[in-house]
């Protein structure tokens, strides 16, 4: 078994993975319906995809935990990242047929204690 190390791969992807768990639970208790998650094509990933009130849903899902890094998990979702989540979805939205679905870009920030439970979480709604 591998230990988890501060700042390690592993340690990243068990925090990634319980931010996005808890992302997803929120969505489905606000009524959304989670459709994908971690959507990976060659220009990127797509973290969730949701319908809600007939539109298609890209979520960006951001996790900090005591790192020592400035700002709020929100605040590091810089136009880089706007610009590959937006890339990625238009290859989605092709290869799924959904050209014509109205579609909403969200971001989901998630606090993590250092158990990975959560300590915040906040859902910017049409984020970019």
Same mark, same amino acid.
């Given at each position: 078994?591998?230990?988890l190390h501060a700042g390690g $791969?592993?340690?990243?992807?068990a925090k990634g993975a319980a931010a996005e768990a808890a992302a997803a639970l929120y969505l489905a208790s606000r009524g959304y319906t989670v459709v994908e998650a971690?959507?990976?094509?060659?220009?990127?990933?797509?973290?969730?995809?949701a319908e809600y009130?007939? $539109?298609l849903v890209i979520i960006e899902v951001r996790s900090r935990s005591g790192s020592p890094l400035p700002g709020?998990?929100?605040?590091?979702?810089?136009?880089?990242?706007i610009r590959q989540v937006r890339s990625t979805a238009e290859v989605y939205l092709h290869m799924k047929g959904e050209q014509e679905r109205t579609v909403s870009f969200d971001v989901i920030s998630v606090q993590l204690n250092p158990d990975l439970s959560v300590a915040a979480l906040r859902h910017i709604r049409e984020a970019f």
């Open positions: 078994m591998r230990e $791969a592993y340690n990243r992807k971690n959507w990976r094509c060659r220009s990127g990933e797509l973290d969730l995809v009130q007939g $539109a709020t998990p929100e605040e590091s979702v810089d136009a880089r990242k």
